[in-house]
């Protein structure tokens, strides 16, 4: 489950939070990607990692045999109130206010949540091609994570050293899409950085969560802002959860766009 917005100057975002445990799906063949996943407002990390560690899914036509060549690793959120719960606590990567371009933007909880999954790849081998997924919050963390690399820092203007090379988000919306535009004009090597990030947005039409047309605008904000090499991805009636074809999709995405060798 997972909504955005947050109240910025809240006290939940003036505090430092633990993050919880991560696990870890290891490659099965030659290690060729890293891919660190995203869970949703409430869930956890251990909850992804048991439907990565079964991929290929079942009854699902493939020839995903590249996807041993994948580590994933599923971190778990910080348990912190969150707004859109009344205060009440959950595990969640900011806090959570609304969905809308009327409320502030918890940036204290992105930038720590953007620091804390560019950590978990700072140890990646340098030949190995990094990328950041997620599903509802999860996913919107990972675009934050994308407008990140492309400015080249966080928010607060500390500097992000990863190079990512892909960008999923299932479920999820963008969030600071109001001040997108101006991290945007920094330099051209912004512009080239955003034009060539390849990213993959899926979303159901029957989401009752986080609706539909979040995730269209996300796309739209994303594309206008220099964005060029997005797929946006629409099932219809699917609502806010995730099916063996989405994932299938996800993995045939991550095939193409990190060529990956050896299947």
């Not at 036509?61 to 994933?72: E, Q």
């Not at 409320?103 to 204290?108: P, R």
């Not at 802002?225 to 806010?240: P, V």
């Amino acid at each position: 489950m997972s909504f955005n917005g947050s109240a910025g100057g809240s006290q939940s975002s003036r505090m430092a939070y633990e993050f919880g445990r991560t696990h870890v799906v290891r490659p099965k063949g030659q290690h060729q990607a890293t891919i660190v996943w995203l869970h949703g407002l409430g869930d956890k990390g251990s909850s992804w990692s048991q439907l990565l560690e079964s991929l290929p899914l079942p009854n699902v036509r493939t020839d995903m045999d590249f996807l041993s060549l994948i580590k994933w690793i599923c971190p778990t959120a910080p348990t912190r109130p969150v707004s859109l719960f009344g205060g009440f606590p959950c595990t969640a990567w900011f806090d959570a206010q609304d969905i809308s371009d009327d409320v502030s933007d918890d940036m204290q909880g992105l930038d720590a949540s953007a620091a804390h999954v560019a950590n978990l790849l700072l140890t990646e081998p340098a030949d190995i091609k990094i990328g950041v997924g997620g599903f509802s919050m999860g996913a919107a963390t990972a675009l934050y994570s994308a407008t990140c690399h492309v400015s080249r820092q966080y928010g607060n203007g500390q500097p992000y050293l990863i190079n990512l090379s892909t960008i999923i988000g299932l479920s999820g919306w963008l969030p600071c899409s109001r001040t997108l535009r101006n991290r945007m004009e920094a330099s051209n090597e912004t512009t080239r950085r955003a034009a060539s990030l390849p990213i993959l947005l899926c979303h159901g039409t029957g989401d009752d969560v986080v609706a539909y047309k979040h995730g269209q605008k996300s796309a739209c904000a994303l594309n206008s802002a220099g964005f060029q090499n997005i797929m946006f991805r629409k099932y219809e009636g699917l609502g806010h959860y995730t099916i063996p074809e989405e994932m299938d999709e996800v993995c045939r995405w991550l095939s193409v766009t990190l060529g990956l060798q050896g299947s």
